[in-house]
């Protein structure tokens, strides 16, 4: 194939000879000795180039123009303003697993939350945080977190039906606000310094949202959005620079609307949701477990399951901007293919890979989140191979965190400690090698991170004389209290509340340990013990009940905490109502570990069963696993209690 502009040696050679002067008469054979002298001198002179049509064979490729690497200018300079240390420098305990980490801007406060419904303040010092308050604030575990955009309140919503708002700078409760349905997830929806703060509040079984005076002076709320999501709202987060609040459902849709009036899409944005990619999830059929909103309102980022992608929207036009593809096939084949971050043994990626799939468990999916860093071209999320840090612009990681520590990074919260000394730096200044620019603009920045199934928090600083011996603070009271007082405290366990973690879902239990207390003792210890664990609902029965316990999965096994059967305890309870749970038995006084829930009322089981507590929530997980296909009252494929969660 001919290059336009340029000839083959070859034809060069020839157009060279025919140019040549013929020689005369007598001169013929000198002039043609000197002929082809000059063609052999031009010819040893020509440089190999690309071929021309009349060349046989293939020809070169021509030399493709070089691209030009995108380069984030400044780039070092915003890395140094996150933790120089990929390893953490110190761990902090909640008795019972964390669930989210949340730094309040402005305010510069920790506060960290556990599934058991403890809350706990901690105020930012050098290179760590600092024990300030703690408070038991709901029974039971935590579904969502939100701070406001000024910092100045918190609000935690539980699986109590209530939500809490805290003042952050007296880190003190304000208020407790009793919802009558159960809540999926919270957001402040007001501007900084706004006189009314407003707290959005969707609910668990349906698409409506609901807006509460932030200030706990009116339990009811002010106002109702039931038209815009037909399914349950999962994610929400205020874009102060708009004005605008993002939504997400259960079945992938998105929505804009503005936080007053009539909640219609602020103006400035893009004008018909057709010419956007927010269509992005539905396609999928995956759904965003969070939406986090760039420091300047530009972009958003989302995590979102069961496709496991990273993504990252121009917030205006709402295009999609970058995606990040963490799904357990593509870490298997760069695994295979050795294009991984980093090579691991069998060994290890294996034991990775497990916990990799039990982050898309219903008990902690909704936890998982990504963040920007405080400059927006940086996005941060857990992964396999640790905490990673992309640049947006370049389109590479720029760090990973925690590549070779002991837990999986769910939950993160950023501080990248304000300069010193206050003044307007320009991006030039910050770069200068003026050492007392330099002195006034050091930093303290802070990475915190829960684990998946991990009861500690764990910070990553500018520390770099790391000690492992000393790096985990055991700052709550061991659970083993050994010898005959361990053993009180076993046959004594007890608790109000659980959840089963289920393959189908979370079903929330209310316990009655006053009306059957050896009943509620043996379920408790047992579910702490992880008797429960990995069995599955053995017998279903529709417009009857659901059964589970028995570890042999027929019906014919398990024992009691005691190792033998023991006795009934009726009392005033009646299965009057559907969603009882009550002992499975085969006769008076039998009764092991297995355990029904009713999906009817059952008047003929009073005086038969134990009653020992009611599901108050998770009860279309309840009616799912009700109607699954079964045979001969054994569902055709396994439905299993992942784990029980009891407080």
Not at 26 to 36: C, E, P, S
Not at 386 to 403: C, H, M, S
Not at 613 to 619: E, H
Request: a neutral charge; one cysteine or more; glycine letters at 6%.
């Amino acid at each position: 194939m001919a290059v336009e502009g340029l000839a083959s040696p070859r034809k060069r050679a020839h157009d060279e000879i025919s140019d040549v002067e013929k020689p005369n008469g007598n001169d013929a054979a000198g002039g043609m000795k000197a002929t082809l002298d000059k063609v052999q001198v031009d010819r040893a002179n020509l440089k190999p180039d690309s071929s021309s049509d009349d060349d046989l064979g293939p020809a070169l490729p021509s030399a493709a123009p070089k691209k030009k690497k995108r380069k984030l200018p400044y780039e070092k300079h915003y890395l140094a303003a996150l933790p120089t240390s990929t390893r953490y420098s110190k761990s902090l305990m909640h008795k019972e697993q964390l669930s989210f980490v949340t730094m309040t801007p402005f305010s510069d406060f920790l506060i960290t939350s556990s599934i058991d419904g403890v809350i706990k303040f901690w105020k930012k010092g050098t290179e760590s945080v600092e024990f300030v308050k703690e408070f038991k604030a709901h029974s039971g575990d935590i579904r969502s977190v939100a701070v406001s955009q000024d910092g100045r309140n918190f609000a935690s919503a539980g699986v109590d039906n209530t939500i809490k708002i805290f003042d952050v700078m007296s880190f003190d409760l304000l208020t407790v606000i009793q919802l009558k349905k159960p809540p999926k997830t919270i957001c402040w929806i007001h501007k900084r310094g706004a006189s009314l703060p407003l707290l959005a509040v969707s609910e668990d079984e349906s698409g409506t949202i609901s807006i509460y005076d932030g200030r706990g002076e009116i339990q009811d709320p002010i106002d109702t959005i039931s038209d815009m999501h037909k399914s349950p709202v999962v994610a929400m987060s205020y874009n102060n620079a708009y004005d605008c609040v993002i939504s997400a459902e259960e079945n992938g849709s998105v929505e804009y609307w503005s936080p007053s009036g009539s909640h219609e899409k602020p103006e400035g944005l893009f004008e018909y949701k057709s010419s956007t990619n927010l269509f992005e999830f539905k396609k999928s059929k995956s759904v965003p477990s969070c939406i986090t909103i760039s420091p300047t309102g530009t972009q958003f980022a989302t995590f979102s399951f069961p496709d496991r992608k990273v993504r990252v929207f121009d917030f205006a036009t709402g295009k999609l901007y970058r995606t990040y593809d963490e799904s357990i096939q593509i870490l298997n084949e760069m695994q295979q293919a050795g294009t991984a971050l980093r090579k691991l043994e069998d060994v290890e990626f294996g034991r990775r890979l497990a916990v990799e799939r039990d982050i898309e468990h219903p008990a902690i999916k909704h936890k998982v989140n990504v963040i920007f860093d405080e400059s927006g071209h940086f996005v941060l999320y857990g992964s396999l191979l640790g905490t990673k840090v992309i640049n947006t612009l370049t389109n590479k990681v720029a760090k990973v965190f925690g590549a070779e520590e002991p837990f999986r990074s769910v939950n993160l919260t950023i501080y990248q400690g304000q300069p010193q000394k206050k003044g307007v730096m320009t991006a030039q200044m910050l770069a200068s090698s003026n050492p007392l620019l330099e002195e006034a603009q050091e930093r303290d920045p802070l990475l915190i991170s829960t684990g998946s199934g991990k009861i500690r928090f764990y910070i990553f600083s500018n520390e770099t004389e790391i000690s492992k011996q000393t790096r985990d603070i055991q700052n709550e009271k061991p659970k083993q209290l050994g010898g005959r007082k361990e053993a009180e405290a076993k046959a004594t366990e007890s608790g109000s509340s659980a959840v089963l973690h289920t393959t189908y879902g979370d079903i929330y239990l209310r316990l009655f340990p006053e009306a059957a207390p050896k009943a509620v003792e043996n379920f408790v210890t047992h579910s702490k013990n992880g008797y429960y664990n990995n069995t599955i609902f053995h017998r279903v029965i529709r417009k009857f009940m659901i059964q589970c316990g028995d570890p042999l999965g027929d019906g014919t096994g398990g024992d009691s905490i005691w190792g033998k059967e023991f006795e009934d305890e009726f009392s005033t309870l009646k299965h009057d109502k559907p969603y009882t749970v009550s002992m499975a038995n085969a006769g008076p006084n039998t009764n092991g570990s297995q355990f029904f829930i009713t999906t009817e009322k059952t008047p003929w089981l009073d005086k038969k069963h134990t009653i020992f507590g009611r599901a108050v929530q998770g009860l279309d997980v309840v009616h799912k696993i009700e109607n699954a296909r079964v045979y001969k009252e054994k569902p055709e494929d396994d439905i299993k209690i992942v784990s029980i969660s009891v407080s």
